[in-house]
């Protein structure tokens, strides 16, 4: 089956001290507790069940096993196999994040060749609207500019709001006063990154305008993440008024994660039409619970309205993970649906190739 991985981010081709191969099977920044390490998690026991054997162990090998072997063959080769057994058929990257662990990530064209699946970009808003140089006057003009030409050639756009100020959007844009008066303050000072709530909703206003033109869905981080989140602003529920002003506009809000706020995100896409679900980082990370997961999100998701993606970022196995848990935590899904009796074998394929490839396909035009 087809696998169209609608979000993710490159990895990085190193060898890896331990300690920092560990610490991108987190998302949290903090140490262990003692005596542990990010391995001793749903998401570890997934990483030592799919990954060990391609590289020529016995599943659930110990880890300090499967990093030996992984620096015996090499980043390079390790990265090799573990990508061609993700299997992907396309990869929707998000460009938002360029290094992980202390070491660039792999640029698209590579990472294309390592994958060996169609690699498309996705332009994180905050990104541009950091990079915007203008009066205070003028901001909101040259912001435009700068996305129109970001998203040249892009599949979509995605935003990071739920971590910069939360999803409490207004249902309107912004006043250009007080927009003008926000960028006064932002551009005279020092520009870490934008956080002021103002100027967040000028932007994804002006992203949904672009995204009109362009005929791009917008990508929206919900749900977890890492401690710079505060988890009650991640609320999908949250975009409810923003989702009802933008619904004229026909511009499709892709809701990604969602975890633990998966079913409100598919509330949201049950209810409007341009609202989509995905499971992607909540596949990986709520390992053998995985299929009771997507079981929650499809109750009550259309199921033409549900998109796979890994969100992997740093680690070549985070593809292979979130690829691997897919495919079986869907299939032991479907397989108690059809014992069930609640669908045929015709409808679980069907609902098979809309989440794993033709929703996507659809949605992004590939």
Same mark, same amino acid.
């Given at each position: 089956m087809d696998l169209v991985d609608q979000h993710c981010h490159s990895v990085v081709l190193a060898d890896l001290e331990p300690e920092r191969f560990a610490a991108l099977l987190t998302e949290s920044d903090r140490p262990p507790a003692a005596g542990t390490t990010p391995f001793d998690s749903a998401l570890g026991l997934a990483v030592r069940r799919w990954c060990p054997p391609v590289l020529g162990l016995p599943a659930h090998a110990p880890a300090a096993d499967y990093l030996a072997r992984r620096r015996e063959l090499g980043p390079a080769e390790a990265t090799a196999r573990l990508l061609a057994a993700a299997a992907l058929d396309t990869c929707l990257v998000d460009t938002g994040l360029t290094a992980a662990a202390g070491h660039t990530l792999l640029p698209l064209t590579e990472l294309a060749a390592a994958t060996g699946a169609e690699v498309r970009e996705v332009v994180r808003l905050e990104n541009v609207a950091e990079r915007v140089t203008a009066t205070a006057d003028g901001w909101s003009r040259a912001l435009r500019s700068a996305l129109g030409t970001a998203c040249a050639g892009a599949v979509a756009v995605k935003s990071v709001l739920a971590y910069r100020h939360g999803l409490a959007v207004p249902p309107a844009p912004p006043a250009e006063a007080d927009v003008v008066r926000a960028a006064g303050a932002w551009l005279s000072g020092p520009r870490t990154r934008l956080t002021d709530p103002v100027l967040l909703a000028r932007l994804l206003w002006t992203a949904v305008d672009v995204c009109v033109q362009l005929g791009l869905p917008i990508q929206l981080h919900t749900g977890f993440g890492d401690p710079d989140l505060r988890l009650h602003r991640a609320d999908p529920a949250l975009l409810v008024d923003f989702v009802r002003a933008a619904e004229p506009s026909g511009v499709p809000l892709v809701l990604l994660h969602g975890y633990p706020y998966h079913r409100q995100a598919a509330w949201l #896409?049950?209810?409007f039409p341009q609202v989509y679900a995905d499971i992607g980082l909540t596949v990986s990370y709520t390992g053998a619970r995985a299929a009771q997961v997507i079981g929650e999100v499809l109750e009550l998701a259309p199921f033409g309205k549900v998109l796979f993606?890994? @969100?992997? !970022?740093?680690?070549?196995?985070?593809?292979?993970?979130? #690829?691997?848990? !897919?495919?079986?935590?869907?299939?032991?899904?479907?397989? @108690?649906?059809?014992? @069930?009796g609640a669908c045929s074998a015709a409808d679980g394929l069907r609902i098979e190739r809309l989440v794993s490839a033709d929703n996507a396909r659809r949605l992004y035009r590939l």
């Open positions: #896409a049950a209810s993606s890994t @969100d992997a !970022y740093g680690l070549p196995e985070l593809f292979l993970v979130g #690829a691997a848990q !897919y495919r079986h935590s869907l299939g032991r899904l479907l397989a @108690d649906w059809r014992a @069930d």
